[in-house]
């Protein structure tokens, strides 16, 4: 049994890896393509004092601002909220922390937190308060770079197009964006797949993440067909 | 024409043929109505080769920009991850990025991600700022309030330092010259006198300065 389900895990035992105090990083970007299912098991855990990992806060009423509305989030690591109002608030009330990277510093750094990297170099963000509380490095050539340092989170919650059943994925189109990173940067990553295909169903060509980083994978196979919809719903009734 | 697709039309002309550029939020993101059709657009989430608007049957949720807008994109377009998006952007691939700004400086520093009690985070503009070719910055020329948005120095917190090479206005194009800020372009109907009382450092009047066209 427990072979030819593969990886794909019930909500229940999705449910059961949240706990208080994560930190999970979650893929997609502007409320586009989010991992709609696993945020919504999130929630309805009720897990609290968490650190949220992502692009951005999305918008108010739904995805990652739900968590944020419900007070189940202690601190955002992020690159911009401003499309949400609600974090915006929080934030000058002091009620939310939130911590802004440049968006190509944030994902260069949950991506050396799946590769086994504790940091990086880059200009970006010199000059700028970037550089407080960071160690300044100069290189050989006398150019100076803000050190960046890894992060690794407890949980990804991310979402695919395809899958197979050993956790082998892959993408399409602007459903790649942050999932491919944040599915590696954490110590149980699980997967929402759109499509779950049998083995060898996705050309190895076509891999983008190898299964050994991918722990559960989610599948909803009578929702498959409505999914496309389904998301839209979510996005107007979120807008 | 609005002053908004006025700006996006003028800056647009920056682009050369066969450029890969990136377009901020907002006024710049209207440049794309008015280009070359062999300049490429990056989307940061991670594509190159993003086309028009998506409508009915053409509108899938595998195909959005960085700001959650569906398009189609257009043939010879790649996609890949955010990670690869930022390599891209930092390396000096991009020719060129038009953003908007909040404030900017006689030496071209730019702050467009925070104002007093009000943080709403900076996105993609740092890397783009530090790694495009070529920096323009598409605004009005003045806050609603008619305060000057550029400054000798910027009061805000800074996006980056120095990177600024153009600033289009709805009254003016300004350059980000070594010796200063240069008034290149002027709006029909308005003098360099009118331009300086908005602004807080001096401008240099350049010597050919030109009308902006209306068409």
Redesign the interface.
Known sequence: MEIERGKVRTREEIMACFKDGQTIAIGG?????MPWDLLDMLEESGVKHLTICS??ACNPGFAISRLIENGQVDKMI?????TNPVA?KL??EGKLE?E?F????F??K??DGGAGIGGFL?????????EKGKQIVTTSDGERYILEEAIHADVALTRC?RADPLGNLA???????????MATCADISIVQCDLYCDLNEISPDDV?VPAMYVDMLYTDSREQNHI?GR??RN?LEGM | MDNRRFIARRAAQYFNEGDTVNLGIGIPSACSDYVDPTIAFQTENGMIGVGPVAKKLAICDTYQNAGGINFVPVMGASAFDTAYSFAVIRSGRMAATVLGALQVAENGDIANWASPGRAFGMGGAMDLCNGARKVIVAMELTTKKGEPKILKKCTYPLTAQGCVNHIVTEQCVIDVTPEGLKLVEIRAGKTPEDIQAQVEPTLIIADDLKIMDEE
């Open positions: 970007q502007a409320g586009a393509y692009i951005d992020t690159t911009h909220i401003g915006q934030l000058a939130v802004f440049p968006m190509g510093s994902i260069e949950m991506r880059t200009k970006t963000g010199i000059g700028t308060d970037m197009r993408y399409h189109g602007t459903g790649t964006a942050s999932h491919p990173v983008k496309i998301i839209k996005q």
